[in-house]
């Protein structure tokens, strides 16, 4: 029995699919020290890079993928709920300093944040108008509240990051939640049209 192999085609669509967060990947490994050495880098920079990175690698993997987890993943709300929870959890002040001072931790935070925009990424559009609203809302109030924490905190929330950091990491964690919400209104628009 012979093997057919792929033709180029195949092979150029795996390459143009995988480019952009192959690179990404690569530029978040080559720069995390320096990504690290200041609160609004990591919080402001890395930590959404790489759920933007899981996103376009769910992106990639295309339709098969959905279909595969669809029993698990009813309507999107598993893989949804797993994205909110594991974001939330790396804007904790004490899991941001362990992920800094702690090799495991740091490769825990980056494999949960690449699979929360990965679950993000194949949960959004089964879930459907109502569901995305639900988490888009709710993920919307949750980081523009930490974001606002952080940036009125009188006290020094993150022992390996100095004082003044906080509150530039609190206004770009509320810029980041408004550039979701704002991204995600446009589709709302169109399918208030439809």
């Known amino acids: 029995m012979t093997r057919r192999l792929p033709d180029k085609n195949t092979f150029r669509g795996v390459i143009r699919h995988w480019t952009l967060p192959g690179l990404l990947c690569v530029g978040l490994a080559l720069f995390q020290p320096q990504l690290e050495q200041s609160m609004v880098l990591h919080m402001g920079v890395e930590i959404p890079l790489l759920f933007v990175l899981g996103w376009l690698a769910a992106n990639a993997c295309g339709p098969r993928l959905v279909q595969k987890l669809a029993p698990w993943n009813m309507a999107?709300?598993?893989?949804?709920?797993?994205?909110?929870?594991?974001?939330?959890?790396?804007?904790?002040?004490?899991?941001?300093?362990?992920?800094?001072?702690?090799?495991?931790?740091?490769?825990?935070?980056?494999?949960s944040l690449i699979a929360a925009g990965?679950?993000?990424?194949?949960s959004w559009k089964p879930a459907g108008f109502i569901v995305q609203a639900f988490f888009t809302m709710n993920g919307?109030?949750?980081?523009?509240?930490?974001?606002?924490?952080?940036?009125?905190?009188?006290?020094?929330?993150?022992?390996?990051?100095?004082?003044?950091?906080?509150?530039?990491?609190?206004?770009?964690?509320?810029?980041?939640?408004?550039?979701?919400?704002?991204?995600?209104v446009p589709g709302v628009l169109s399918k208030l049209r439809d």
């Open 76 to 111: 999107g709300v598993s893989g949804l709920t797993f994205a909110l929870i594991t974001v939330s959890l790396w804007m904790v002040p004490s899991a941001l300093d362990y992920a800094v001072l702690s090799a495991p931790v740091a490769i825990a935070k980056v494999a």
């Open 118 to 122: 990965m679950a993000a990424g194949l």
């Open 140 to 184: 919307f109030w949750m980081t523009f509240v930490i974001g606002l924490l952080y940036r009125e905190a009188p006290q020094q929330l993150c022992s390996v990051y100095l004082e003044d950091e906080q509150a530039r990491a609190g206004t770009a964690i509320m810029a980041w939640a408004v550039l979701a919400l704002l991204l995600w």
